[in-house]
């Protein structure tokens, strides 16, 4: 049987754009069908807006890689269209154990919030995740979504050129060219439009490799997170051990920076490896193996003129925390609403200052994470790892060390705390809810609150009037009225309100809180809008 | 926010026996052992402190040419 990273998904089928006297002229040109190109492709379809995907192979992701996604990323998705499925195919998992040396030190529960229609983490292959992705494609293709992926088209160069891209795309057979009014590259680490355009990473350089094995077993190893510092199996590296769905278990050994990563891919370097890592006795077929090597650093800016750079092209962090695809996922969740307002006219193509200011802090947020989970699983120095090593031995007996022990901080969203299109926070409301923030969800009658937001802008007032449309500078903003009389959780008054007896929203397209105050203020809510699409200082 | 200050006073009663209890804890060691048993006694401190800007204080503190 072949695995569904075997089969072409979008296969090359010539296109009319190859027999076109001049380039073709598309909206938006996607460069990359993995998990962040296909995410922000199906969010410009769903807008409306014309959408070409390119990608320079026809299958969906070849081996797991990407495998663990978050809560916020799950929502996102849902709001695409395609978040249930990831569900219900994934392996939910709360419970950790951290191992040291020989022994287990301890074990943590994620122990998820309630009231959150998504669970905190779901491990999934990232071939299924692209395919359920493809599959929506051809669900709004077949709606009428102006939105086509071509396969095994790969981008040969890209020229910036003020008002559009043109770019060089070679096929099976032959070349052509193409021009697009934007063009968002999502083709992965090694980014060759980045590097095509000469744009260069900054930050803290380190370099580290590690063997991921997917192996598929009969065994009795939990639904857990397994984390080994300095097994006997692994000397002074690191290890994880995790579940995903159809029997296949993820194996990822750290190897250190200086080694033959050939030498080390070898069914004969690798299987006697895993026996010394699962027991003799363990029977495992290995369905895929790679060598991972990962640099934490971003680019300086994510966008050139009408070239804008999202997921792992933009920036790279350590594998630890789950912060790749993650974060990725909310760069286009960033972006795509606001290069719709541009599109449109309802906005200035400064409103993308903002995407660069969001996402590099969301970007260095990560870094920063990963860097330090990196320095705690790899010490630097003898004093590093005396320490480190202090931390975990203390973990054992202790549970004051444990938080101390940094075997990945897992993704959480990021709170764009500063950002420009924020208006100033005037509810003495939840920490958590303050502008900048992703909305919390909670349950809300027979569903949610975040699919009650959708994808445009929405004024959320709890037990405050307001109007139930508000038109500015070319924006609907569309009120949600909800009222602590029917929160029969005290959900609605715990994350929203506080202490507060009343509240007003201005929520984002992307469900990030733009402002809120204790009641509706018509002058106020209007410069927050104009605010929110960069119109007002 | 702490308004605490870093206290840089003789504070403990008994100074000398505290002082022999520390050596001893530390006798028969390797240097390798006697490493980890400060690393673990650091921590231990350090989380019965637990305050953020008294810990920074002490750190400032305890960093070479820190002579005044």
Known sequence: MNKIFEIPLYAYARSADQDAATPARHRVVVVGAGPIGLGAAIDLAQQGIEVLVLDDNDKVSFGSRAVCYAKRPLEILDRLGCGKPMVDKGVEWNIGKVFFDERQVYQFDLLPEDGHEFPAFINLQQYYFEEYMVNRVRELQQA?????????????????????????????????????????????????????????????????????????????????????????????????????????????????????????????????????????????????????????????????????????????????????????????????????????????????????????????????????????????????????????????????????VNSGRLSVPCTYDGSPLNSADALDGPARSRPGSPCPDLPLGDGYLLPRLGDRFTLLTINAEAPDEIEESGITVTRLALSTADDPTGMLQARYLGDAPSGVYLIRPDQHVAARRPAYDDTQIRAAIRRAIGKEQ | MSDQTLTLTPNIPGADDFYAELLAAHEGLDKAASDALNARLVLILANHIGDRAILSQALAAAAPNQKD
């Open chain 1, 144 to 404: 009428g979504a102006p939105i086509e992926i071509r396969g095994r088209n790969r981008v040969l160069k890209v020229e910036e050129k003020g008002d559009h891209a043109a770019i060089l795309v070679d096929t099976p057979e032959g070349q052509y060219g193409l021009e697009a009014d934007w063009l968002i590259a999502c083709d992965g680490a090694t980014s060759p439009i980045r590097a095509m355009m000469g744009l260069d990473f900054v930050g803290r350089v380190f370099e580290d490799n590690f063997l991921i094995a997917d192996v598929v077993m009969e065994a009795e190893f939990p639904t857990e997170r397994w984390f080994w510092f300095d097994p006997p199996f692994n000397r002074g590296q690191s290890a994880l051990l995790h579940k995903q769905p159809d029997g296949v278990w993820r194996i990822d050994l750290q190897l250190g920076w200086d080694i033959d990563k050939e030498e080390e891919k070898k069914p004969e370097n690798v299987i006697p490896r895993l026996k010394a890592m699962l027991g003799d006795e363990v029977e495992f077929e290995l369905e895929w193996v790679s060598i991972y090597t990962f640099q934490c650093r971003r680019m300086e800016t994510f966008r050139k003129g009408r070239v804008l750079f999202a997921g792992d092209a933009a920036h790279q962090v350590s594998p630890f925390g789950a912060r790749g695809a993650n974060s990725g996922l909310q760069d286009t969740d960033n972006l795509v609403w606001k290069l719709k307002l541009i599109l449109d006219g309802t906005a200035d193509e400064a409103l993308l200052d903002s995407y660069d200011f969001e996402r590099i802090h969301g970007a260095d947020e990560n870094i920063l994470n990963s860097s330090r989970s990196t320095d705690f699983i790899t010490p630097k120095s003898e004093i590093s790892r005396v320490l480190r090593d202090a931390v975990l031995d203390l973990s054992e007996q202790y549970e004051f060390a444990r938080p101390l």
